[in-house]
């Protein structure tokens, strides 16, 4: 069982910077993948960024690729979310969850709201 806290959300200007961490309970944290997704309203839930258990692979949609860094922290079992240069198209709750592979996801957090304004 794993159970997942997102934390860093808030409220930016455009262009504006903020970092999101996900804590994780459970001592098999660091044998997970860790995925980042976000909920705009009205839309449904998209993929942001996954990485490998080891940290080793990333994966990101193409509309944060080069502006949003995923990184992971085994033994403090927390993953983070660097974003940059953001856009009001990425309001939005941001949700952080662990799967076995990357299609599969186990288990979410309860989401932390980013709002970009212009």
């Known amino acids: 069982q794993v159970q997942l806290v997102e934390s860093g959300g808030g409220l930016v200007q455009a262009g504006g910077s903020l970092r999101l961490s996900c804590a994780a309970s459970?001592?098999?944290?660091?044998?997970?993948?860790m995925g980042w997704f976000r909920q705009a309203p009205g839309k449904e839930r998209e993929f942001v960024v996954a990485?490998?258990?080891?940290?080793?692979?990333?994966y990101y949609a193409d509309s944060v690729k080069g502006r949003f860094t995923i990184s992971r922290d085994n033994a403090k079992n927390t993953v983070y979310l660097q974003m940059n240069s953001l856009k009001p198209e990425d309001t939005a709750v941001y949700y952080c969850?662990?799967?076995?592979?990357?299609?599969?996801?186990?288990?979410w957090g309860q989401g932390t709201q980013v709002t970009v304004s212009s």
């Open positions: 990485i490998s258990w080891s940290g080793g692979s990333t």
């Open positions: 459970g001592r098999t944290f660091s044998s997970y993948a």
């Open positions: 969850a662990a799967g076995g592979d990357y299609v599969i996801w186990d288990y």
